[in-house]
């Protein structure tokens, strides 16, 4: 088994694994809606901003996602996305990688909650993931289609794409400043919305449970 289908085979299940953790979750069907919406509200905006290489919404979205609705929403919002948007974009061996280094942006807004839900915080972690998401992808690519993997081959690789990894860092910064808050307020309004919480009734008082006093005897009769 090459090192391709491996990556497809590790990054659906990885899918899977969230879909159904997002469908037992208390959120439910309800979850799974704005989940999928979310994913397809990336990939628009990723093919929206196509004509400009490297910078896309999809990594603030799936760290915001992450930070407002949990690590399940999270993971599967970023694999969506890449699909989805694969889909107008061009599918092809990249896909796979993609759509697991989005779905690990989205557990890191999860796992890093508190820095991510402040504006300066998210744009420092979106751009750290701009940066981050490229080398991973070039080291993806040299595992896959060669000539090797070394320090010397990773080096002369992040040099051709650092103009690429720092347009999608910058353009993630930018995207964290300007419409990070907002989306936060929104996600965390609908988040307050889809999780409910079962009440148990609390118990009845000690005379309502044991119910009313049985009725007192008759008064004997005396005989006259």
Not at 142 to 149: D, K, Q, R, S, W
Request: glycine share 12%.
């Amino acid at each position: 088994m090459n090192a391709g289908l491996s990556a497809l085979l590790v990054v659906v299940l990885i899918l899977a694994l969230g879909l159904v953790a997002v469908e037992r979750g208390r959120g439910g069907a309800k979850e799974m809606a704005l989940v999928a919406t979310l994913g397809a509200a990336a990939a628009a905006g990723r093919v929206l901003f196509a004509p400009i290489p490297s910078v896309q919404p999809v990594t603030v979205m799936c760290l915001v996602t992450g930070a407002a609705l949990g690590p399940r929403a999270g993971l599967a919002v970023g694999p969506i996305a890449g699909l989805v948007s694969n889909s107008f974009l061009g599918q092809g061996p990249w896909t796979p990688p993609q759509m697991a280094l989005w779905a690990g942006a989205g557990l890191t807004g999860a796992l890093l909650r508190t820095v991510c839900r402040r504006a300066v915080g998210l744009a420092a972690v979106a751009f750290a993931w701009g940066v981050l998401f490229g080398w991973a992808m070039n080291l993806w690519y040299l595992a896959t289609f060669g000539p090797e993997v070394s320090a010397a081959s990773m080096v002369l690789a992040g040099a051709r794409s650092l103009p690429f990894d720092l347009a999608h860092a910058t353009g993630n910064a930018v995207i964290a400043v300007v419409a990070g808050p907002a989306l936060l307020r929104l996600l965390g309004r609908y988040a307050v919305r889809i999780r409910t919480e079962v009440v148990s009734p609390s118990p009845a008082p000690a005379h309502v449970r044991a119910g009313p006093p049985p009725p007192a005897p008759p008064a004997p009769v005396r005989p006259r």
